[in-house]
């Protein structure tokens, strides 16, 4: 895809809180349900685009929206074949693990060993925001009760969920790649719920008011920038 139309289809996500791949695929469909005077395609002939342009879409290597696990097998996401992505960055790792991925980070070479690729700095500081993010994710695997859980992307408004929507012993580990507030349907859950906030960036914690179960409920990060949000009983 040409690098202009790459940076308009990232405005576009910026202006409409959400990210590339979507983007793109909610412009595909509306370039398709567009009246022009053009000849219509048919309904058939508008669907069968529409799937073409999901699986390009689901194939590009946007690190920043990788597609949720459906729990048929475990998917190692390793980052060494996403190496030529820019959207490689700290964000990869938290929604790569909000959609039940196993996120696999690969250290650039340290130039010990002849590689036939561009040489790449090992002490690049988007390597070391990734490598701590991971560590972040590290220290929540070992909280959740993770057997439980699920991508649930559908209970929370920016997509990114893992969830155990029970009644009682309920998680909900939610990201927020811009921030802001979000929503998580939190219906299948009752009683009281304990928030807790990670600021990716800065490692800052902090606990937020508690909410209660049987509904939607709004919640906004308690600084700027990517966050983690984390509803538990």
Same mark, same amino acid.
């Given at each position: $895809?040409?690098?202009?139309?790459?940076?308009? *289809?990232?405005?576009?996500?910026?202006?409409?809180?959400?990210?590339?791949?979507?983007?793109?695929?909610?412009?595909?469909?509306?370039?398709?349900?567009?009246?022009?005077?053009?000849? @219509?395609?048919?309904?058939?002939?508008?669907?069968?685009?529409?799937?073409?342009?999901?699986?390009?879409?689901?194939?590009?290597?946007?690190?920043? *929206?990788?597609?949720?696990?459906?729990?048929?097998?475990?998917? &190692? +996401?390793?980052?060494?074949?996403?190496? =030529?992505?820019? %959207?490689? @960055?700290?964000?990869?790792? #938290?929604?790569?693990?909000?959609?039940?991925?196993?996120?696999?980070? $690969?250290?650039?070479?340290?130039?010990? +060993?002849?590689?036939?690729?561009?040489?790449?700095?090992?002490?690049?500081?988007? #390597?070391? @925001?990734?490598?701590?993010?991971?560590g972040y994710?590290?220290?929540?695997?070992?909280?959740?009760? &993770?057997?439980?859980?699920?991508?649930?992307?559908? &209970?929370? %408004?920016?997509?990114? =969920?893992?969830?155990?929507?029970?009644? @009682?012993?309920?998680?909900?580990?939610?990201?927020?790649?811009?921030?802001? !507030?979000?929503t998580v349907?939190?219906?299948? !859950?009752?009683?009281? &719920?304990?928030?807790?906030?990670?600021?990716?960036?800065?490692?800052?914690? !902090?606990?937020? *008011?508690?909410?209660?179960?049987?509904?939607?409920?709004?919640?906004? *990060?308690?600084?700027?920038?990517?966050?983690?949000?984390?509803?538990?009983?």
């Amino acid at each position: $895809m040409p690098r202009a139309l790459i940076e308009e *289809a990232d405005a576009w996500a910026a202006a409409n809180n959400t990210v590339r791949s979507e983007a793109i695929r909610r412009l595909v469909e509306r370039g398709l349900t567009v009246r022009t005077k053009a000849k @219509q395609p048919t309904p058939n002939h508008a669907a069968r685009a529409k799937e073409l342009a999901r699986k390009a879409i689901d194939n590009m290597s946007d690190a920043t *929206a990788p597609p949720a696990a459906d729990g048929n097998k475990v998917i &190692l +996401f390793d980052s060494d074949h996403l190496c =030529c992505s820019t %959207s490689l @960055q700290e964000p990869w790792v #938290w929604t790569s693990f909000t959609r039940g991925l196993n996120p696999l980070f $690969m250290d650039p070479y340290d130039g010990a +060993f002849p590689v036939d690729e561009a040489p790449r700095d090992p002490h690049d500081p988007r #390597w070391e @925001q990734i490598r701590v993010a991971m560590g972040y994710t590290l220290t929540f695997a070992n909280r959740l009760n &993770l057997v439980a859980m699920r991508p649930r992307g559908d &209970l929370a %408004s920016t997509g990114y =969920c893992l969830a155990n929507p029970v009644a @009682q012993g309920a998680e909900y580990l939610v990201y927020l790649p811009t921030g802001g !507030s979000v929503t998580v349907d939190l219906s299948g !859950s009752s009683g009281t &719920l304990t928030v807790e906030w990670l600021i990716p960036s800065t490692g800052q914690t !902090s606990a937020g *008011a508690t909410t209660t179960g049987g509904g939607a409920r709004s919640f906004t *990060a308690p600084t700027s920038g990517d966050a983690v949000l984390y509803v538990h009983q």
